[in-house]
């Protein structure tokens, strides 16, 4: 959502040979001995959502509406960029929540959650299961402000199109297709002094109370991008690729943190052979991005440039421990399936000067529907061949994963968002020195 690819720049005349895909922080060079770019960028995000929960029925598995989820994001996104050498910059970014808000409330007649009687550790007692105890309260929401994790990293274009036919006319004769090429590695670290996010802070862990919380997830995170440009007289398509990699976790939230809000084994086994593995467990991800700038006017001497951009964005997510649309109303982390982003987003671009550029876009994105509650429900840990489980009968078993629910992690029982709509809009102010 918040990805930002960027690349080369030309020699004298970097606006007439680069997308702002492929745009880089450039030093040693006639028109930039040392470049400096300050960037803020607002950026409004709402996304809607129907959480429905399998039920078993004798006609078979179905899916009811169960909860409506809305959450609403309001940020600025500070970067800060210092070219190096030609086509080389560092860069570091960090996004600030100004208000980050999830609400949610009953949807359709369903209302298992509400009159749920099973018991999140399972059956196996007599009277664990006959009572009502509702899983989560309806309506509920949270709020976070404040500093997200922060990301640097370097940027460096091997292949820079202006540059190459200014300097190599021999080997890069004019109407040879040279495209731009940029290759970049980003790393997410966790925020120096920051205080976690802690989702017990709302919903069935929280005892009703409401408080704002912070927006640091403490977790290591490779991403590594490349990006293509090529001009085309006044159109300048682009395509990137990136993929993200989680590298360690191991300071982030933990369910674990809080064992008497699992299942009875947790006591135990959170502290047993589970140790360590029932915590934040970031997806790892991959995108493609298609599109194309429209230049409407360019003035190259006056460092001047008026241009609209189309792009669409693929994002694909793997399974993992995260925070999903039901995390906050738990008051834990779930475990959800893979799923796919796509998104189209519209830009207007302008520089009036060297150092004054602005970007307005707006963007309409979906995420495909998957389940958010799909835990496993134990491993072989003690090496027997088999896979020992209390489900609520008192007995040990350490091969119980702690974070297993019988209430909505077993099939049947599951919980499943519908596809996600986000729509956003944004506005970019950009000083370069």
Not at 420 to 429: D, F, P, Q, S
């Given at each position: 959502m918040r990805a930002r690819l960027l690349a080369a720049v030309a020699f004298l005349a970097p606006a007439s040979f680069a997308a702002r895909i492929t745009d880089v922080a450039d030093a040693a060079d006639e028109k930039h001995p040392l470049e400096v770019d300050l960037e803020?960028?607002?950026?409004?995000?709402?996304?809607?959502?129907?959480?429905?929960?399998?039920q078993t029925t004798a006609a078979g598995t179905q899916l009811n509406d169960e909860l409506a989820h809305a959450r609403t994001l309001d940020a600025i996104e500070l970067r800060l960029a210092i070219g190096i050498w030609?086509?080389?910059?560092?860069?570091?970014?960090?996004?600030?929540?100004?208000?980050?808000?999830?609400d949610w409330s009953a949807a359709g007649n369903a209302g298992t959650l509400a009159g749920n009687t099973i018991s999140i550790s399972g059956c196996g007692s007599a009277v664990s299961c006959t009572t009502v105890k509702p899983i989560l309260p309806i309506p509920g929401q949270s709020r976070r402000t404040g500093f997200g994790d922060p990301t640097v990293g370097i940027t460096w274009g091997p292949i820079n199109e202006a540059r190459e036919l200014k300097l190599r006319p021999e080997l890069f004769p004019e109407g040879k297709p040279v495209s731009t090429w940029v290759i970049g590695l980003d790393w997410t670290l966790p925020l120096p002094g920051g205080k976690l996010d802690d989702p017990s802070h709302w919903g069935a862990a929280s005892g009703g109370a409401l408080s704002t919380g912070p927006e640091s997830r403490n977790a290591h995170v490779l991403t590594l991008w490349t990006a293509f440009s090529k001009?085309?007289?006044?159109?300048?398509?682009f395509v990137a690729f990136s993929a993200s990699v989680p590298?360690?976790?191991?300071?982030?939230?933990?369910?674990?943190?809080?064992?008497?809000?699992?299942?009875?084994?947790a006591v135990a086994n959170c502290r047993g052979a589970w140790a360590g593995q029932t915590g934040y467990k970031p997806p790892y991800t991959g995108q493609l991005t298609l599109g194309a700038e429209l230049v409407a006017a360019e003035d190259v001497k006056a460092d001047e440039r008026l241009s609209f951009e189309?792009?669409?964005?693929?994002r694909w997510h793997g399974p993992g421990r995260d925070y999903t649309q039901v995390a906050d109303a738990l008051g834990k982390l779930t475990y959800a399936d893979e799923y796919v982003t796509t998104t189209g987003t519209l830009g207007l671009y302008g520089r009036m000067a060297r150092w004054l550029h602005l970007r307005v876009y707006g963007s309409l994105g979906v995420d495909t529907a998957h389940f958010l509650t799909h835990e496993d429900v134990g491993e072989d840990k003690d090496a027997d061949g088999q896979v020992t489980i209390s489900g609520g009968s008192g007995v040990p078993a350490p091969d119980q994963n702690p974070n297993y629910d019988f209430r909505l992690d077993q099939v049947g029982r599951r919980l499943r968002v519908e596809p996600?709509?986000?729509?956003?809009?944004?506005?970019?102010?950009s000083l370069n020195f």
């Open positions: 803020a960028t607002y950026l409004h995000l709402r996304s809607q959502s129907t959480i429905t929960r399998e030609h086509d080389l910059e560092l860069h570091a970014m960090v996004p600030l929540a100004l208000r980050d808000a999830q001009r085309f007289h006044v159109l300048e398509p590298i360690s976790a191991a300071g982030g939230y933990d369910n674990c943190a809080r064992p008497l809000s699992l299942a009875d084994v189309v792009r669409g964005d693929v996600v709509l986000t729509g956003g809009r944004a506005g970019t102010l």
